[in-house]
């Protein structure tokens, strides 16, 4: 259960069996900041090439293919004074037809005032003068080595994990990644202040963090996607294209784990999934699109103590 | 502003310019009664031929082709004990590999408890034997009359309303469709005691509905997409496959509605949204699925009172 | 075995349960003429409202539900000295960034020269100014009312055939086409001297045509898409969108096909498609687009003559 | 113009910056072996882990990123007398609720007879007793190493080309990749001696090669996409899910090369594509799926001679 701190001075743009650059232990936690996605440090220095550059590889010990890493996010604390975000709808996200009326992307800034928890424009844009967003820090990248010894562009994610742009990747997340490398390899960066669903102008209030996380192993527990946990929900993601199939494979990850852990066959798992399943889009921007496939822990709860009940 | 008890003596499962059962002016409220998907009415008697057969169309005095049509959904109350749901995922909502696990669709049948609000199945499922869920009672398929003098099955949805299978048209959403016929000519069935987001069972618990709503019209208002407003969003929906372009449909219109209401430009739309935006799945089952783009009214409120401020 | 004459005097832009033109019986020829899809007539006059306006409906003799149409396509003659396209690639066809670098669609004229079967462009196109193209007639729009009593614009397809722009529908296909209404009701028209694949600007060269057509009747045959062949293929045709579930709809009625007209069971017919299935893009462009799969009727003559040995 | 003759002694199931197994220069020849996509050599023996393990790379002096790799392929050699292939319809080419008729798919043995170029099931299946089907041999998967240092598996294509699984990649065709890293790194194997469009029961008939190819280098020409050409045509692939983006990707590639080589603005480009484009379907099995567009050449002899005289 040790507390590691760890200061970065590398960072890798593909997720893959890259040398570790920290040992760590089940249970053990570690502090550590990640650069945004540009590239640009705490004091807005470029350190390193853009598009998604990853703290890690952190090796976990005792971590084998066929084995689950679990991560909480413990604190995702942005650490700069200003973010970068683009301000113009990608093309994809719009009707075709509609493309045209998009002008080139240029970048703004934004102030994030850490006493009060928010986000403004550094220079208004006309309509926007009095907007002030809460500052809602979640992970756009992080995961695992994938399969097959890939190393794989941090600008896209299958099923390791990678670039979801998920907003419930936020503190207080549990998150379980299916481990493919000899210590899963775990990597963590593109800190969000602030993103809609979807990432749908390509990115979200780019920064730096400073992140604490704490890691698990769950031996011999093996899952096809990443799944995760909060309060109120548990959840599972799937990464592909159309959102069509990035459902799919949610939707499949979801009926999977509520047959293994609850003991639903298939026939309870639609019913309750029909009534309750909920839906989040993670992003509709890179080139694998992410959907998250969510169950409220209310109506597990009930179902577990009937069966509970029932076992008596 | 008159309030018309209608009692429906026949359906039609196509929308389009179909003989109105009632004429009635803006500003009036109708109270009426839908059979439930199957054609079955309040007694369980099937009455009609299935997939959802709609009560109407309502023929809305002075509303013309340009036209926009608002339709506010006072009250949607189950009126039967027993509502019916599928059971089993529907195929294409699961990696095409699992389907081979998915047994045919049994239909199972659910107590309608309206004192407690709440739905429980009849026969209980193993693991389900405690499930209890709230009423959360909503229109699968609404909508007015297509465009180019169309009669489109009322298993789909397009720019005209249909069957979207959407949570949030519930009572005290309004909703906004473009008029392609005179008098609109509305339509509404479909009823769902409960459902899951996507519909991914192919159903929600199907049931019987009084139906109360208030129609009022925006003269020369054109939109492209059905809309709609509820106490904490604005919100568009965007009818296609797959997904993407179900979500390129919404946020195109949103962008739109942003442009003339609030008088953004594409940036500050662009910006607003890709810091706010939140996406719901309608349904991922029917012929067109169907993708709701919503912002929170916060943050216009926030952007409106600037603009004012601006202006004096 | 009659041989008609018909002149049309109104043409229709949905395809539905409209007013017969014509009365014909199984075996029947019909000669008659098709605007451009603007509405246009031989005379580039225009005389109905655009978006491919279809000659009929015909009313086959005997036809029902659940039985098959059979459409032989004997001739179709462009009778007009002049066809239109548009000259910019439609913005769905391309990448979305692209979008931005396509101008708006200008319309071109083509000169049709009969004698030498050749179209030319009326205004030269810099670097296009030698372009000389052989006319290959094709229907883009033609099939019968749909299911369920809708009617529906002639701008899409689906299982009744509709607006699927594929070369292959030129003189000498034999198509088939499911009846959904009494007299199945065959519209004809969207005459095109030439196109691409995909239609991929949004428009053929654009014409009237001369057409001469022989229906035919399968009594209690049912299908499920429109199926077709000519001298050298039996081809299915799927319409939605994306393109992947248009080829599952084609894949899977020629798997039907094969099984009950060859006999083979699904895996001798995955191993025949595996080895020799072709796939041709209709459209590219409508709201629903087209997939057709293909067998050669070469690798069906084998088949056959074993199967007969084995029956000996 | 070195001709090598090179005998692998490992494989790689990844393309990525491998340490190249030989390096030669522009203009060369290379005769070498590729295992079946099981791993199985010329005795079909397993000697390698499966799923399309790759001969090379090949490091071509002078290759650098920004340049284009040419590779002819001369000659594809089917090298052992026994194929297999899967026989059974993947379930993502069929309608999802026709997948619940597909049988787990069984691997069928074909023989190959290089004297008479057929091949012929070695267990005949029910009804294909007498089928006999000529060898048209095929490259699966070839490419470079991909852009950003990546390794991506051999199951999936890109940029870099891949598993694209297109029937076109015979022997008389010029392929065209672009250049990531130095050296290109050229990776060839997944022989198939026949295989239908779209390797829709997921293999084609699999069997090691004899592969001979001659490699070029256009030094300073950027391109986007593999591209590539044989007597008739000019081809793009694009590569991706679902088929409407991998059309999108080589329908834009296709644009480009007729603007730069051809000196074809967009309306031009468009004009020519929008009468003669045809599209071929390389797979719709893989992670991403392949569509080629192709334009004939007789319709570019044509427009370069105009070009030529207008330049006089």
């Known amino acids: 259960m040790a507390r590691h701190e760890f200061t970065p001075d590398r960072y890798y743009t593909t997720m893959g069996p890259h040398p570790p650059v920290l040992r760590i232990a089940p249970g053990d936690t570690v502090v550590t900041t990640t650069v945004d996605s540009l590239g640009c440090d705490v004091n807005g220095t470029p350190v390193t090439p853009k598009f998604n550059p990853m703290t890690g590889p952190f090796f976990v010990e005792g971590a084998e293919p066929g084995d689950t890493l679990v991560v909480h996010?413990?604190?995702?604390?942005?650490?700069?004074?200003?973010?970068?975000?683009?301000?113009?709808?990608?093309p994809n996200v719009v009707d075709p037809e509609f493309v045209r009326q998009l002008p080139e992307r240029p970048l703004v800034v934004w102030d994030i005032d850490p006493v009060r928890g928010e986000a403004s424009l550094q220079v208004p844009i006309p309509g926007l003068e009095a907007l002030r967003l809460p500052?809602?820090?979640?992970?756009?990248?992080?995961?695992?080595?994938?399969?097959?010894?890939?190393?794989?562009?941090?600008?896209?994610?299958?099923?390791?994990?990678?670039?979801?742009?998920?907003?419930?990747?936020?503190?207080?997340?549990?998150?379980?990644?299916p481990v493919f490398e000899p210590g899963a390899l775990l990597f963590v960066g593109d800190g969000h202040a602030i993103q809609g669903d979807g990432e749908i102008t390509g990115t979200g209030i780019e920064i730096t963090f400073e992140v604490e996380f704490t890691v698990d192993l769950r031996k011999g527990e093996q899952i096809g996607w990443p799944r995760g946990e909060n309060e109120e929900y548990i959840f599972t993601a799937g990464n592909a294209r159309p959102l069509d199939q990035a459902l799919q494979h949610a939707t499949t990850e979801m009926v999977r784990w509520l047959e293994r852990d609850w003991k639903l066959d298939v026939v309870a798992a639609s019913t309750l999934l029909g009534m309750c399943v909920e839906?989040?889009?993670?992003?509709?921007?890179?080139?694998?699109?992410?959907?998250?496939?969510k169950l409220p822990k209310r109506v597990l709860a009930n179902m577990v103590s009937a069966r509970t009940k029932g076992e008596d």
């Open 135 to 177: 500052l809602e820090p979640m992970l756009g990248c992080f995961g695992v080595a994938p399969a097959h010894g890939q190393s794989i562009a941090t600008i896209t994610s299958a099923e390791y994990g990678g670039n979801m742009d998920y907003r419930g990747f936020c503190a207080g997340a549990t998150v379980y990644f």
């Open 279 to 293: 839906y989040d889009i993670g992003n509709v921007f890179d080139p694998a699109y992410t959907v998250i496939c």
């Open 73 to 90: 996010l413990d604190r995702l604390t942005p650490n700069r004074p200003t973010g970068i975000s683009s301000s113009v709808l990608a």
